[in-house]
């Protein structure tokens, strides 16, 4: 509205996903992770500033990008099947060849039996698996996702990432995966970068994750090395909380 200040989400801040690198982005909630996706996503115009895709800068939507959000954004009224085929349908595949390759994804995230059910008819994990193949059938350069597993229980949470990295493994895409769970930052990504509290939130720290691929999700987790690298960026991420909390953070 006319009068009121500009909100400044993001400061002034760079970040270079390399082609095929996994990138986690943690942070305070509220610190402007989101804004970042949504700005590589054309969805969000930078008030200053460019995105780059690819050395092109980015002036629309990001074709070459699929985005994964938190919630569910499946078609309630269409099956399994269909709700991944649109995805190929809208951009003027023919649907007996969309419904064959989403058939085909399904397969891939464990759900080829499934196809015919509609999301009430799945359960969370599910949903998110139909989701996952609705985006990756497109075959996007580059991979969006926003707490894509939040909702999830933690046993789920974690047999998500490990499909994840093993769909990853096949063609590395560039990852941007947004996450409050530094564990699972940890063991999914080679990179974690952390973000100050907002507002005018900037980038404060980025750590290689030198972890051994291929990783089991859960596995990972008993790696001595792990929780070296989980006490190394909790100790900067920490303060970062407690500013958006107002207090001081147990180590």
């Known amino acids: 509205m006319k009068g009121q200040p500009l909100f400044k989400a993001v400061a002034p801040t760079s970040l270079h996903v390399r082609e095929g690198e996994f990138v986690a982005i943690v942070g305070p909630t509220g610190c402007g992770k989101s804004t970042l996706l949504n700005a590589t996503a054309g969805l969000l115009r930078p008030a200053g500033g460019t995105v780059a895709i690819f050395g ?3 002036s629309g939507l990001n074709e070459k990008a699929g985005y994964l959000f938190q919630q569910d954004a499946l078609m309630p009224w269409k099956t399994a099947a269909d709700n991944v085929a649109i995805a190929l349908e809208i951009g003027g ?16 995230v464990g759900l080829g039996r499934f196809g015919d059910r509609y999301p009430h008819q799945l359960s969370g994990g599910q949903r998110k698996r139909v989701g996952l193949a609705q985006v990756l059938v497109r075959h996007p350069k580059i991979l969006l996702m926003d707490e894509p597993f ?3 229980d933690a046993q789920t949470r974690q047999i998500m990432g490990t499909l994840l990295l ?3 493994a096949q063609d590395r895409k560039a990852v941007m995966f947004v996450t409050h769970d530094l ?3 940890i063991a999914l990504s080679d990179r974690v970068v952390i973000m100050s509290a907002g507002p005018e939130a900037r980038i404060i720290g980025d750590f290689p994750i030198d972890l051994e691929r291929p990783r089991d999700t859960a596995e990972i987790r008993l790696d001595p090395r792990f929780h070296t690298l989980h006490r190394q960026i909790w100790d900067q991420l920490k303060t970062e909380v407690a500013k958006t909390y107002g207090e001081d953070m147990p180590s």
């Open 166 to 168: 093993r769909l990853w």
């Open 93 to 108: 595949t023919r649907r007996a060849e969309a419904l064959a390759q989403a058939q085909d994804w399904l397969k891939k």
């Open 150 to 152: 939040g909702p999830l």
């Open 56 to 58: 092109e800068p980015l």
């Open 183 to 185: 564990e699972e930052a």
